[in-house]
């Protein structure tokens, strides 16, 4: 017979005189005799209690996939109890039970979280830009929620892609972590622009009626996600090219002033991509490793990456111009494209850089953010973090200016 398990935090929904009542009662077989919980199940299921946990018996009317994809507004025909009063739902997929009635290793749990119940502000990490967002909530499952905005500016691409913000579960070195298995930082947690481009103003939040598995995350191209009623008002936000084009050209100039201008602005802001690695844990690769270089103008490059473990810089991400020999010509061409769409782009005989052409000229565009390749960068390295905190030296308080000093500060990076 099969055997699924739900248990159910009752106690959010019962007064302590019930509570009390229940604990001095006998507990009957069948559900409707046995509490109005559970009044919303059929006859014929039989429902036993072991320790506090209820255990729904039925060989037909309920299998795991029917729980599985219950879906939350609706889990008061399964539980005939209001869902945006109950704590949690959590269900287990064929499982044993101690003689205390907790979960055994091994029990594949899945839990659907209420979004009703916590409280959501959601503000740029660094303003004006849209890449990523700090979401301060006290809901302790980041993966079962997003915001989508369904009002942006910007166009979806061939993919489609819904604008929304997700959560980060990529761990960097830079950031304090309350808690490492959500990613959890100080009040809150990181969300990236994953799919799409967000501009601000009023975001949507969203579940996923499904849950999801501490195993499996719920993807963000998922096709699950459902509107709650909750909205949330942020700042007004740009993607990083729309950046450029605001802050370093005006309607007086003409196209390629406008090209040399962000050009110019690119020079400036662009950092090469970097990792972070640590000389104390070795690998077992202990020495430098060299490749071809894929690209015909450039020499035998060194890597001694291979030597150290490495780890993730916060700012590699989050830092919204960091662009290698790809896209930072990638980069110019997009731009191009969105002050002029008549413009012709091609390639040049460097993979840096692309040739612009508009009414009969032509200009070439492109190079690689400051540093380079082969710079490295140590742990040690790191004089400041992502605290959340407010203090003085807490980088999710830092400017673009503060953010590019920072990553040329690194070690020996890009000096």
Known sequence: MKRIMVLLMAFSLLSPVEMQAKENTSVPDQAEEKSPLLDGLDDDVVVTEENGIYIIHDEEKITNDTVAKIDPAQASDLLACNFEEAA???????V????????????VERYESNPYQYTYRVTPLLAPFNNYVYVETDNPYPQSFRFLDKDTMYDPGNGNYEAAFHHESLKFQEVDYTDWDTSRVNNGYLFLAYTGDPDGGELTLQYDPNGFSERKQVSAFSSNWKDTTIKVNTPKMMNYTDYVIKSYTNDSMGFFEKMDACQEALDHLAMYPFGLYEPAEPTDTPYPL?????????PLMAYYFSMFNGYYSALTFVYPFVLDSLGFPGTMSRIARQLNPDCTIEDTWSHADIKVTYNGVSKVYGGQGYGGASDLVYCSDIQSRFT???SADDLSKGTLDSWRKVIMDYGDHGL
């Open 388 to 390: 959340f905190d407010g």
């Open 290 to 298: 060299y490749y071809i270089s894929p690209y015909r103008e450039n």
């Open 96 to 107: 044993n039970t101690s003689e205390e009635g907790l979960l055994l290793p091994g029990d």
């Open 88 to 94: 949690h739902l959590h269900i287990v997929d064929d």
